[in-house]
C-alpha cells in the first residue's frame, strides 16, 4: 500500500498525515504539558509515527500494520 493513494474518495494518507500534523500543533498551544487521548485509525498512528518519530509514509505503508491496545507518544 502506497502513502499515495487515496484514503477515502477525498483525503489521500500523505493529507492524512498533514492533518494530524495541524492537530499537533494544536495540541502543543492549547495543552502543552498534559496528557491527551487521541481516538483515529492507522491513518492518525501514521500520521503521529511519521511527525514525532519521523518515520517515513512509505515505510509505513510498507511495514506490519501490527495491532495493540494503545501507543504513547510524547510532543515535544
Known sequence: MAPGPALS????????AARVGRLLADLSLRWSGQRVLVIGHTATRWGLEHHLR????EDLADGDP???????????
Open 9 to 16: 474518495r477525498r483525503e489521500s494518507w500523505r493529507e492524512a
Open 54 to 57: 519521523g518515520t517515513r509514509l
Open 66 to 76: 501490527a495491532w495493540q491496545p494503545g501507543w504513547e507518544y510524547v510532543l515535544g
